[in-house]
């Protein structure tokens, strides 16, 4: 097969000479995969590949589907960003939520403070949704997270909040939790432990392709897959975090994407 020298094509290149290059060889397996797809994809556009690949892998496997994410799929993820903020009408009372609903800190001496009633609020956990409603395409978002404890995902619009009910898939919560800084689970029935090396991710990007029917998780920082659950939507679901930390801010963040090859990854 020859191969049409595109500018996804360029990208994968570039990645393969730098992955090499700095000896990541564990890396090389993704580039060269994806390589191998836009070579053999005679009949279609090869801007679609970096898609089609990413969606294949994570509906295969749930966990860890890629140990690294060429950057060309990544900018695809990346260009899917939307601006998300903390909704302080759901936050739990013992959260508070800055001015630009951006930054997130538990509190627990003041769950007692007035809150305004609000039956879309968070009364058990300590648990916030975001304002914004997601129906249709793709949305994607990162959030900069503790090393203690933290919740990150998205709730189906009819999820009830005002109680102490088990955040899993059967409550309508698709999320990722992390426990006692060691525990990283997502919260299927049963919960489904999560590996990670050398540490927790500290800034998670959340991706919801809502006709494909994944919702899938990566760590921003090593540019990895982490979990996706592959699910049929129905109604809308909305961001949903929630944190226990007390010095630590959980905040919503931009997504950053090097133009070209990102060295740092």
Not at 63 to 77: G, L, M, S
Not at 153 to 163: D, Q
Not at 231 to 242: D, H, R, S
Request: proline share 6%; hydrophobic share 35%; glycine share 6%.
């Amino acid at each position: 097969y020859g191969v049409c020298v595109g500018e996804v094509v360029m990208k994968v290149l570039d990645d393969l000479e730098l992955q090499w290059n700095k000896g990541r060889i564990s890396h090389l397996q993704s580039a060269l995969e994806l390589l191998i797809w836009i070579t053999h994809a005679e009949h279609l556009n090869k801007e679609l590949v970096p898609s089609l690949w990413l969606r294949n892998k994570q509906n295969l496997h749930s966990i860890n589907a890629v140990q690294y994410i060429p950057h060309a799929v990544w900018k695809w993820i990346c260009d899917a960003a939307v601006e998300v903020t903390f909704d302080p009408e759901t936050a739990h009372p013992a959260l508070l939520v800055s001015e630009d609903r951006k930054r997130l800190l538990c509190v627990p001496e003041v769950t007692s403070r007035l809150a305004t009633p609000h039956q879309r609020r968070f009364t058990g956990w300590f648990c916030v949704l975001g304002s914004e409603r997601l129906s249709s395409g793709r949305s994607y978002w990162e959030v900069e997270l503790g090393e203690r404890d933290w919740r990150v995902g998205v709730a189906k619009e009819s999820a009830v909040l005002n109680s102490y009910s088990f955040l899993n898939t059967r409550s309508g919560f698709y999320t990722l939790r992390l426990e006692r800084g060691s525990e990283m689970k997502a919260l299927t029935i049963p919960t489904t432990p999560l590996p990670y090396r050398p540490r927790p991710p500290r800034r998670i990007g959340v991706c919801v392709d809502y006709e494909e029917g994944q919702i899938s998780f990566y760590d921003a920082e090593t540019h990895t897959h982490v979990y996706t659950y592959c699910e049929t939507l129905t109604e809308p679901v909305y961001p949903v975090f929630g944190t226990n930390e007390i010095l630590t801010h959980m905040q919503i963040r931009p997504p950053q994407v090097c133009q070209g090859v990102c060295p740092f990854c």
